[in-house]
Structure formats: structure tokens, C-alpha cells
């Protein structure tokens, strides 16, 4: 099995690529990222991309692939909303686009949130523009294609967060995370890699997964 992942600069692409190197069954992950990570492990392939207005230039690259997990995010606190949307929306929208084009048959799996507005017509901006994302994926023609909301991640395996004050956070929080992880909308950030590589070898007719639902078929 070969993988593309997008955010492994992340906390959820890094958790994600945990999973994906420590399955006998991914043979590669490709990594598409603006700058080098410092992990290095023969499975690994890196692709580095500055503008990532500049994904369809490397079409090619993208063939023979079996599944991308699409981790990439950013937070929308002090974003507008164009600028915003053009980093979630935008930018999916190239990459989806593209591997469609090279690799139709292959799995997309795409991480928003839990609230995420299906209906793109609530007063969350940020939930509306993961919705549409959503959508337009859902909705392209690919063989398999998922939308992921987790909503509280618990880092596991060493995953950190690239915002300071999280990480902070979770080291106090950590004593009562047996606590935390007994709640629906609570999930281990390895809950979310394991899911997705279970999902891309046995697919699954429901298209849109919420928290709970990501912790059971982790579990599997």
C-alpha cells in the first residue's frame, strides 16, 4: 500500500504517519510539504511543494498511489474569511482535483471537524467553508472517499501539538485523560491513522464519519 499525506508538519499528519510507518502493510508515504520534516524513515518520500498552487505540476508523481490522507489545516482565529477559505477550500480543491485526475480509483480521506456545516449556510465561517470542502469531495467521483470530523485529540506516541501553549495544556491534562477518552467526542490522536488505514483496505458505505465513529472503527 502506498500513501500520499498532506500535514505531517502537524499534529494530526504527524499522528497519522505514526500509524502509517508502523503498518507492515504501507510499503511508501509520500509527503507533500513546504518544508523538510526531521523524521526520517525508509518508507518515507518527500515531496516539496512552496505554493501549493504549484500541486498539478507534479500530476505525475501522484500515480501508483493507493490512498491520500488529507491532514492539512489551519486554524481560522484571525483569519478573514477569504483568506481562510482560500487555505482550506482553495488548496484541497487543487489537490483533490488532481489526484482525480491522475489516480481516480484511489481513497481520499479529508479531516475537518466535528461541526462541520454540510448545508454551507450557517453562521460559523469556519464550518461552512469544511463543509463545502467536504462536500466537493464527496461529490468529485473518486472510487472512495471519506470526510473525517474528530473532535477532541489526545496526543499519543509522542505527537505534539505546533502550538506551544497546547502542548502545556495536555501535560496538565494528561492525569485525567483515561477520563477524557470515555467521551464520544474524544478520540487518541493514533485513533485517527489506525481508522483511516482500516477504512482505505475495507471500505465503508457511510461517506462521513464523526468522533465515535472513528474511535470504533479504530478499534477494529
Known amino acids: 500500500m502506498k500513501i500520499i499525506l498532506t500535514g505531517s508538519s502537524g499534529m494530526v499528519g504527524h499522528a497519522v504517519l505514526i500509524e502509517c510507518l508502523d503498518d507492515p502493510l504501507v510499503k511508501e508515504v509520500l509527503l507533500i510539504n513546504r518544508s523538510p ?8 518520500k518527500e515531496l ?5 498552487d504549484l500541486i498539478p505540476t507534479h500530476a505525475k ?8 490522507f488529507h491532514c492539512m489545516g489551519v486554524s481560522a482565529v484571525g483569519l478573514r ?11 484541497s480543491k487543487i489537490l483533490f482535483d488532481t489526484l482525480f ?7 481520499v480521506i479529508y479531516v475537518s471537524g466535528v461541526g462541520t456545516d454540510s448545508s454551507e449556510k450557517g453562521n460559523s465561517m469556519w464550518a461552512r467553508i ?3 470542502t467536504e462536500n466537493y469531495l464527496l461529490n468529485l467521483g473518486f472510487k472512495n472517499a471519506y470526510a473525517f470530523r474528530p473532535g477532541i485529540i489526545l496526543p499519543e506516541k509522542g505527537v505534539k501539538s505546533k502550538t506551544g501553549w497546547y502542548n502545556t495544556l495536555y501535560v496538565l491534562l494528561r492525569p485525567v485523560f483515561p477520563l477524557f477518552k470515555i467521551m464520544k467526542s474524544t478520540i487518541g490522536s493514533s485513533d485517527l491513522g489506525k481508522a ?4 482505505n483496505k475495507n471500505p465503508k458505505g457511510k461517506k462521513i464519519l464523526e468522533p465515535y465513529q472513528i474511535k470504533q472503527l479504530s478499534n477494529k
Do not use: R
Not at 474569511?81 to 488548496?91: A, L
Open 48 to 52: 516539496l511543494v512552496a505554493d501549493f
Open 81 to 91: 474569511e477569504k483568506t481562510y477559505e482560500k487555505m482550506t477550500f482553495g488548496y
Open 37 to 44: 520534516i526531521k523524521l526520517k524513515h525508509p518508507k518515507i
Open 101 to 107: 485526475e491522475s489516480t481516480p480509483a484511489m481513497t
Open 61 to 68: 508523481e501522484f500515480t501508483g498511489y493507493d490512498a491520500c
Open 196 to 199: 483511516m488505514l482500516l477504512i
Open 130 to 132: 469544511k463543509g463545502k
